[in-house]
């Protein structure tokens, strides 16, 4: 503690020095956190959105997840209710929805366009996932409707000028290979924020859709548990239960995900070892500038019998004074930062690809502020540590003989 106290008082010597030196620090601490709590809140949304949109598992046979197709729902499911019900058994499973994907096309009479469709249980589906889906006109769909409805994707229903209420056919391979045409009412338009998938998308009900496929079968199930911590053991539970069916997790579908994480990984990784190369070189410069003013003295008090090692430890323990004071400050500004956003939200451009914006959030996520104000501190440290080593060898005539 005594040493520690000379070390306050040795950087309270040069107070305007020290306070750039704080005041840089803090800002580098504060632009570590600010950015890596951005990139944290950014993972999570990410991963709630693909969670949310396959679900935590995806249950199917592995067919469907390793090869092409032949014909339609060639590697589906069949018996799908019997199994959802097995699957709903489970103590952490939420929901279990199935869904159908095809592909085909869908007119107007007038002008037909590809689709790439969706067959889902359209109570559940909505309810589970929650507000995926923007309806722009109309309302979503709902079970037991006396005609085949669809809702369809923005793009796709301006080019095919259809708005709530319009008639169109869709057109599809069934799973024996004929072609099958089933005319339908649109109940909604709605737009993903994403203008390509948009231009594409339909959403039917999963009678529809077996109708139109001629077919009893699903593409797979998609199992939506009650937390994602749960998604490990839960996978472990269903493939144990199901060994000839190939039990993924969202992640294992996440591919824009995983891209993103890998580019922010590397874009945040560079901004942080930029910015403690930075922290580094404004404590070094305090510290030598420091020690070059206190050559004598060190001299004097090394005449006086204090040893090397004791001197070192008063530099580092001045270089974790500087350091930690600015790191705290810098971790207190962060919080602020964050806090302050969820008072007055800022909302982002829409992202390359998408046309929906969303707000501008950083995470408080305790573990990364301590090991960001731990690497602050340990970086002052070893700075100060290392600049000081000559000088507290140095001969003692040498030193004494300093101006």
Do not use: C
């Not at 107070?15 to 990139?39: D, E, K, N």
């Not at 092409?68 to 489970?90: N, V």
């Amino acid at each position: 503690m005594r040493w520690l106290t000379f070390a306050i008082q040795n950087t309270m010597r040069n107070r305007r020095r020290s306070l750039v030196t704080v005041a840089i620090a803090a800002l580098g601490t504060a632009a570590v956190l600010v950015a890596g709590g951005f990139a944290l809140y950014t993972y999570d949304a990410l991963a709630q959105s693909a969670a949310r949109n396959t679900g935590h598992l995806i249950v199917g046979q592995p067919g469907q997840f390793t090869k092409d197709e032949d014909t339609p729902l060639q590697w589906g499911l069949d018996d799908a209710t019997a199994l959802a019900a097995t699957l709903r058994a489970d103590p952490d499973v939420r929901q279990v929805l199935p869904r159908i994907a095809f592909s085909g096309l869908i007119s107007n009479g007038d002008k037909s366009t590809v689709m790439l469709a969706a067959g889902v249980e359209p109570d559940s589906e909505f309810a589970v996932k929650g507000p995926f889906l923007n309806v722009l006109a109309g309302q979503v769909l709902e079970s037991g409707a006396s005609e085949a409805e669809v809702m369809l994707g923005e793009g796709l229903a301006k080019s095919l000028k259809a708005t709530p209420g319009s008639s169109l056919t869709l057109l599809a391979s069934t799973t024996d290979g004929a072609l099958n045409a089933l005319d339908v009412r649109v109940k909604a338009v709605f737009s993903t924020g994403v203008p390509d998938i948009d231009k594409r998308l339909v959403y039917t009900d999963i009678p529809t859709a077996q109708r139109l496929l001629n077919t009893k079968r699903v593409s797979t199930i998609g199992v939506f548990l009650k937390t994602m911590a749960a998604t490990p053991a839960a996978q472990a539970r269903v493939a144990a239960a199901f060994p000839k069916l190939t039990v993924q997790t969202w992640l294992d579908q996440a591919f824009f995900y995983q891209a993103v994480k890998n580019l922010y990984n590397r874009i945040f990784g560079a901004l942080g070892l930029i910015i403690g190369v930075i922290v580094v070189f404004v404590v070094t410069n305090a510290m030598a500038m420091a020690i070059i003013e206190r050559t004598r003295e060190i001299g004097t008090l090394r005449a006086l019998g204090t040893l090397p090692a004791q001197l070192m430890r008063t530099l580092a323990l001045e270089g974790m004074v500087l350091g930690g004071v600015g790191a705290l400050v810098g971790a207190l500004l962060a919080a602020g930062v964050s806090m302050l956003l969820y008072v007055v939200p800022v909302q982002m451009p829409p992202p390359p690809g998408s046309s929906r914006s969303y707000p501008l959030n950083v995470t408080l996520d305790p573990a990364m502020f301590a090991a960001t104000v731990l690497a602050m501190v340990a970086l002052a440290m070893l700075a100060s540590a290392w600049i000081g080593r000559k000088t507290v060898h140095m001969p003692l005539v040498d030193a004494l003989a300093h101006t």
